[in-house]
């Protein structure tokens, strides 16, 4: 019943900067969180970053804390996620998520209602 669309994917040469947005359409209740997941090839899928949609509550990896910035635009229900000091192992599929609960550590185990299509992110070395 949420349809994502996440934009902004690319190539980088490691040490750059992106930045991903991800715009939420259909049965887009306030009562939620919506972060931003990656997956490696031949790895599983893991948790990035949360953000709450009713406060300024956030979640960040370990791996991404300090160089990562999740932020939100309620009025447009669209979320970002910009990537600064990206590394040749960040390369991977960065997909949007979407949680119909107020907890952001439920978000991070993967607990996921709603996943966009992912977008390519390549860092080069």
């Known amino acids: 019943q949420v349809q994502l669309v996440e934009s902004g994917g690319g190539t980088v040469q490691a040490g750059g900067s992106l930045m991903l947005s991800c715009v939420a359409s259909?049965?887009?209740?306030?009562?939620?969180?919506m972060g931003w997941f990656r997956q490696a090839p031949g790895k599983e899928r893991e948790f990035v970053a949360g953000i709450s949609r009713i406060s300024e509550d956030t979640l960040y990896a370990d791996s991404v804390k300090g160089r990562f910035t999740i932020s939100k635009d309620n009025a447009k229900t669209t979320v970002y996620l910009q990537m600064n000091s990206l590394k040749p192992e960040e390369t991977g599929s960065y997909f949007c998520?979407?949680?119909?609960?107020?907890?952001?550590?439920?978000?991070?185990?993967?607990?996921?209602?709603?996943w966009s299509k992912g977008t390519l992110v390549t860092v080069s070395p």
């Open positions: 259909g049965r887009t209740l306030s009562r939620s969180v």
């Open positions: 998520a979407w949680n119909n609960n107020l907890r952001l550590d439920i978000l991070a185990t993967k607990r996921v209602n709603y």
